[in-house]
């Protein structure tokens, strides 16, 4: 797959939007790819996965998938055929029958991650006092006032839905594990890039790699692109 041919797909996770990944757009256009970012509503598991399909459906493959946190569980849900590689950022991966929320509490969270619960509206919000304590501690003042200006809230019914069979199971994979991330620990993104047999890079970086450690997202993308080459 050379470079010019490749369309890389980037999914936002919960509390964010596609502005998440602009450090990590410009870099893949400067090396040739087609880039787009998706946008979820967040409103249901279901909403979601069509959303994502209908950005496929526009874009050229063959395709790069990458997704963040919640977004892991949406790119292994696409039965996209266009979908040659998968990238997950400090994402979750439920496996077949898991849901979400499974995979988020299967450890006793960080000490410093968010006690979550829906508004009168059944959406979760992420508190703001979060997002410079747990969601990207290590960003600057300007990257947490975007963050936290352009979050969308999650609805439960994106993380309460089991898995179907995952895409990870039949494309290759590659995991980028967050060693500082407060809201998904890193030992559960390890327990999950081994069960997937991802090609794993280990960053030390925040939940928000893709703002606060964006070369590594970059070089992750790019290594898996590169793989499909051969």
């Known amino acids: 797959m050379p470079s010019n041919d490749v369309s890389v797909v980037l999914v936002h996770g919960a509390w964010a939007d596609g502005s998440s990944w602009a450090k990590v757009i410009a870099p893949l256009v400067a090396q040739g790819f087609n880039v787009v970012a998706a946008p979820l509503p967040l409103t249901s598991f ?21 997704g963040h946190a919640y977004a892991g569980e949406v790119i292994g849900a696409t039965r996209s055929d266009k979908v040659k590689a998968l990238v997950y950022v400090a994402a979750l991966a439920p496996d077949e029958g898991e849901t979400v929320a499974d995979v988020f509490y299967r450890t006793t969270p960080h000490a410093k991650a968010p006690k979550l619960a829906p508004d009168d509206h059944g959406l979760i919000h992420l508190p703001d006092s979060a997002f410079d304590s747990a969601f990207a501690q290590n960003a600057s003042a300007d990257e947490l006032a975007v963050l936290q200006a352009v979050q969308r809230p999650i609805s439960p019914a ?18 980028l594990i967050a060693e500082q991330d407060r809201m998904i620990v890193a030992e559960t993104q390890h327990f999950m890039a081994r ?10 970086a925040d939940h928000t790699a893709m703002v606060t450690a964006p070369d590594a997202v970059v070089d992750i993308i790019i290594e898996a692109a590169r793989a499909g080459e051969a």
């Open 195 to 204: 069960r997937m047999n991802a090609m794993t890079r280990v960053q030390p």
């Open 158 to 175: 994106c993380i309460t839905v089991p898995m179907p069979r995952p895409s990870w199971k039949d494309r290759p994979a590659w995991f």
């Open 46 to 66: 279901a909403d979601d996965v069509a959303a994502l399909d209908r950005t496929l459906e526009r874009v050229a493959g063959p395709v790069v998938l990458a």
